[in-house]
C-alpha cells in the first residue's frame, strides 16, 4: 500500500520485528499506545461527522426553503394583482384554495412534529 498524504500520514503495518523481539512490558505498552490512538481517531471522526450532519442539515434547509418559495410564488402573484369588482367573489373563493394571505402562517399546512436535535457532548 501506498503512504496516504495528508494528516492521516501513518504506517498501517505493524512494526514486526520489533514486536517479535519485544518483552512483555514494551508490548504492553505499544498495546496502550496503538488503543490510546485508536481513541483519538474515534473522537475525531466523530467530530468529523457533527461537522458534516451540520453542514448537509444547513444545505438541506436552504434546498428546502428555495423549492418551498418556488411553489409559492405563482400563488403570491395572483394575490398581488389588482382583483377587478365582479372577480371579487371569484378570488376570494379561489384565494381561500391556492394562495395565503400575508398573515398566513407559512407553516400552516405542515405537521406540527418539531424536529429532535442531538446536543453536543
Known amino acids: 500500500m501506498l503512504p496516504r498524504e495528508g494528516p492521516l500520514n501513518y504506517k498501517t503495518q505493524p512494526p514486526w520485528e520489533f514486536l ?5 512490558n514494551s508490548l504492553q505498552s505499544y498495546e496502550l499506545s ?3 490512538h485508536a481513541a483519538n481517531l474515534r473522537k475525531e471522526i ?3 461527522l457533527d461537522s458534516w450532519l451540520e ?3 444547513a444545505a438541506m434547509l436552504a434546498r428546502w426553503l428555495m423549492e418551498e418559495r418556488d411553489h409559492s410564488t405563482p400563488a403570491r402573484e395572483s ?3 389588482p382583483v377587478a369588482k365582479d372577480e371579487g367573489a371569484a378570488a376570494l373563493d379561489a384565494r381561500g384554495k391556492t394562495a395565503h394571505a400575508a398573515s398566513d402562517n407559512f407553516f400552516a ?3 406540527g412534529a418539531r424536529p429532535e436535535f442531538r446536543s453536543r457532548s
Open 55 to 57: 453542514e448537509n442539515t
Open 79 to 81: 394575490c398581488e394583482r
Open 46 to 48: 466523530a467530530q468529523l
Open 20 to 24: 517479535l523481539s519485544a518483552s512483555r
Open 109 to 111: 399546512d405542515r405537521p
Open 34 to 36: 496503538r488503543l490510546s
